[in-house]
């Protein structure tokens, strides 16, 4: 029996990264988090591909937590706005990594 071929999904990612020699963040910065919208025909599929993505970005990925597809985060009640679906939407037909939100981390001054 022929094996169908599984359909693409989207995976919200949130991926902590740390300093790399060119990486674009501030010089005050000791990493990052970026929200991304990640497709794949599994969730491990769109984690690697991400971490893929952000490490020939010259990112250091440390830390990845995955909140599911769209349909998974609407069963648990997530709030998902428009602009957020037209990225999820984006990545798919694209087949492509979508960063949606970076959040710069520095450390505390003393």
């Known amino acids: 029996m022929a094996r169908e071929k599984s359909q ?3 995976y919200t990612l949130l991926v ?8 674009g963040l501030p010089k ?3 990493g990052a988090a970026l929200l991304c919208y990640s ?9 690697r591909e991400t971490v893929a993505v ?8 440390l830390d990845v937590s995955s909140y599911g597809t ?19 939407t984006r990545a ?7 960063v949606a939100e970076t959040s710069v981390l520095k450390d505390k001054p003393q």
């Open 8 to 10: 693409s999904q989207v």
């Open 16 to 23: 902590e990264v740390g300093r790399g020699p060119d990486d």
């Open 28 to 30: 005050t910065a000791t």
């Open 39 to 47: 497709s794949g025909r599994d969730e491990a599929e769109a984690v």
């Open 54 to 61: 952000l490490k020939s970005a010259d990112l250091v990925p």
């Open 70 to 88: 769209l349909s998974e985060r609407e069963a648990e009640g997530h709030d998902i706005g428009d602009e957020d679906r037209a990225l999820m």
């Open 92 to 98: 798919l037909t694209e087949n492509a990594v979508i």
